[in-house]
């Protein structure tokens, strides 16, 4: 072993140092390396911090980590999406839960915000504000107090739906909604305070306190929208929805089955085509909750995975022409080791090591570039373009840095790198050393 | 010979033909040599060019094998050998000069000669640097360990080449016309050098080479001409 190392590391330095003496061709190709790694980094750390934004976003207005949704059939063509008789759900979910951090239950709905300039459709978080520890955390108040929202008829909204519906706190605003039992209600609400944006969603969603909501609906209080749970740790969500699944089924709950990457009211047709009536429970995730959003941060990592696979194969390219260049340049090289008893392996092994390093210290500097790039634009807040504030659900470019996502690139391209390299380094380690020994007899 | 008959062969030669194909013109290099090498041997090849002498080398030198004929090594038929096996024969048993010295640009004198030793996985570091540095002060290299093959003129580079010959103590070398990119004084002290190797390790030397001076100093000459073996093996002047 100890032999084996000490002449591949031989091999190693052969590598590296032909690297260094042909500093111009390496510095080529290692850029150009480099630029597509600095490029995979930074969409990445973009799609990262689109990411992130949306879960904070998301976790914040519309879902919990896992929810505990469902519809309420009085008839069967007639569903409401409610849980009735809630607070038993809560306990089986606590019972159950060993990483639960909290839950909370909040009241949904959609419905027309009417001021006295404008109006425009809003989603509604029914909250019971001292239950809910995370947004004190994650809300920050521009205007007003959040704690004001625990007052009956207030509403929590965020600066930009404020500036488009021109309020302030102390406003009053007009809630109207077709409701449940087919009429239509109002509901008068005051502004109890605006937050600062958390992304595109806080542009369409408001929070007023349970109680309103309920008024609102005209649904008595034992009846929720959903169950939000938050969770310790978002890796244990997929265990943590089969637990649940099991403890509601075990106490006599009719689960719906799971319907991935479907937001509850994508469900309504569905639901109102089937027979039953009565109540079911129906368990999602935040990814679940927020799917219909998703494609913008599906299309950035599709973008930068097609741009990072076009560029990829100009390099492979690039890397294969400058490799049987060096072989040409180095046939009476090889063929002299080939004749001084090294064998095709090795040959092989010193070609691949070339691309190699090319191809690691290429991706580590573009790794290095990228992530400081996304690191200084993330600080400098750049505003999103109006087109693209509703593409990638944020009104800032936020750049995150994901070590995993990092190093899993640098890798691909690194190991894409070596692998292209396989076809001339064979080619290398198939020539005979009779090569070398003819061209100086 | 008589003192040659006591020794054994190390190199075995039987009615080898060695044939190019340029398209569909055959061409001949070797017609027919037989040829029997002894350990210990210092033997000169000689011949214009396109005789054939780098083609018996290569044969030789198991870098290359026969059309037809049969070409023994340190006792083993090099057409029976595969890849390996002729790989390995040649890092055990063969060392090899060249014309243009063919060193690896990109490492050092020390690294060079050590090269080969790396190549066997015998020795330990300490095993290597004893055998390079003591064949680096053989070859009068020893202060320039850690230069570079391009921070040496041509008459240390080849000495450099023979101490990588060298360093695995093989039962034969073989030069193809290690002078000739050499001044004339430089390359008559390269093989006086090649010619105390021979005498102090024994070792096989099988050189071939255009210039009557060299010639001189082999124990034996092989003059090819055409692809045949045009005069007998001769004792040489000097020795």
Known sequence: MKHWLEGVSQLFLIAFRNLLTHSRRSLLLGGAIAGVTTLLVFLGCLSSGVKATMIESATTVATGHLNIGGFYKVTAGQSAPLVTDYKKIEEIIAKTLPDLDYLTARGRGWARLVSATDSTQVGIAGVDIAHEPRLPKVIKMEEGKLEDLAKPGSILLFESLAQKLKVKTGDSLVFSVLTDRGVNNTVDVRVCGVAKDMGMMTSFNVFIPQETLNQLYQINDSATGAILVYLKNMNHIPRDMDLLRKALTGAGYTVMDREADKVFWQKFDEVNREEWTGQKLDITTWEDEISWAMWGLKGVDGLSYLLTTILLVII???IMNTLWIAIRERTREIGTLRAIGMRRRAVLTMFVMEAFCLGAMGTATGALLGSLLAVILDTLHFPMPPGAEMFLMSTTFHFALDPIRILGGASIITLCCTLVSLIPSFKAARMRPITAMSRVG | MPQHAEKTAIVSIQKVVKEYHLDKVVVPALRGVS???????????????????????????????????????????????????????????????????????????????????????????????????????????????????????????????IARALVTR????????????????????????????????????????????VMSHANSVIRLADGKIAAGKAAAGRH
């Open chain 1, 316 to 318: 492979a390219v690039g």
């Open chain 2, 35 to 161: 040829l029997t090498v002894r350990q210990g041997d210092f033997l000169s090849i000689v011949g214009p060019s396109g005789s054939g002498k780098t083609t018996l080398l290569n044969l030789i030198g198991c870098v290359d094998t026969a059309t037809r004929g049969t070409v023994m090594v340190d006792g083993q038929d090099t057409k029976g050998l595969n890849d390996r096996q002729l790989t390995d024969l040649r890092l055990h048993t063969l060392g090899f000069i060249f014309q243009s010295f063919n060193l690896v640009p990109v490492l050092s004198v020390f690294q060079n000669v050590e090269f080969p030793l790396l190549l066997q996985r015998k020795f330990t570091a300490a095993e290597r640097a004893q055998r390079v540095d003591e064949l680096l002060k053989k070859v009068g290299l020893d202060k320039h360990t850690q230069h570079r093959p391009s921070e040496l003129s041509g008459g240390q580079r080849q000495r450099v080449a």
């Open chain 2, 170 to 213: 093989p039962k034969i070398v073989l030069a193809d016309e290690p002078t000739a990119n050499l001044d004339s004084v430089t390359g008559e002290n390269i093989i006086d050098l090649m010619k105390e190797m021979n005498e102090e390790e024994k070792t096989t030397f099988i050189f071939s080479t255009h210039d009557a001076k």
